[in-house]
């Protein structure tokens, strides 16, 4: 049990640093994120809503199709 905890500890490292260095690149341009769109359900039906982050006020806000 305690080969196998080690082993994946192994793999996360691994895992971790590849993550790191295939968006080390990006760091160099920041953003900043002001909407997300979300959809919940399947591909015949659903609903859409969003967030919207008002900079102004520092508040995200909440906007659906309803």
């Known amino acids: 049990m305690a080969e196998h905890r080690h082993k994946l500890e192994q793999r996360l490292k691994v895992l971790e640093n590849e993550v790191n260095d295939a968006f080390k690149e990006y760091k160099n341009f920041p953003y900043y994120l002001h909407a997300i769109l979300i959809?919940?359900?399947?591909?015949?039906s659903?609903?859409?809503y969003t967030f919207?982050?008002?900079r102004v006020a520092n508040k995200w806000w909440r906007f659906n199709d309803f």
């Open 52 to 54: 919207i982050f008002d």
């Open 46 to 48: 659903g609903h859409y």
């Open 39 to 44: 959809h919940d359900g399947n591909a015949e």
